[in-house]
């Protein structure tokens, strides 16, 4: 994690346990990153032996495909409204003065 002992011995267990988090996520994107690789090089060398369409996912299947499951359904007209508004806010902001 690159901590010194000094550094390591001032955190507090929830600063260390972020800190932690984080590097761990770090780690796991940076494995996912090398076996995604792996999958493209090893389906672009199947691809032209394939006799049907060939698609990534099945080459290799990893726990990280699987799509979640859809937790927000449509914004009803008030919520349309509401975010539209912000939006109109923003854009205000960033308008250049001229």
């Given at each position: 994690m690159g901590l010194s002992v000094h550094d390591f011995s001032i955190l507090t267990p929830s600063e260390f346990d972020a800190i932690?988090?984080?590097?761990?996520?770090?780690?796991?994107?940076?494995?996912?990153?090398?076996w995604e690789r792996?999958?493209?090089?090893?389906?672009?060398?199947l691809k032209p032996y394939a006799a049907k369409?060939?698609?990534?996912?099945?080459?290799?299947?990893?726990?990280?495909d699987k799509t979640p499951a859809k937790e927000t359904g449509k914004m009803t007209?008030?919520?349309?409204?509401?975010?539209n508004k912000k939006f109109k806010e923003l854009?205000?902001?960033?308008?250049?003065?001229?």
């Open positions: 932690y988090t984080e590097w761990r996520s770090g780690k796991d994107a940076e494995v996912q990153g090398e792996c999958r493209w090089i090893c389906y672009h060398i369409t060939l698609r990534v996912t099945d080459v290799l299947k990893f726990e990280w007209k008030k919520q349309r409204t509401a975010e854009l205000e902001l960033w308008k250049d003065d001229e």
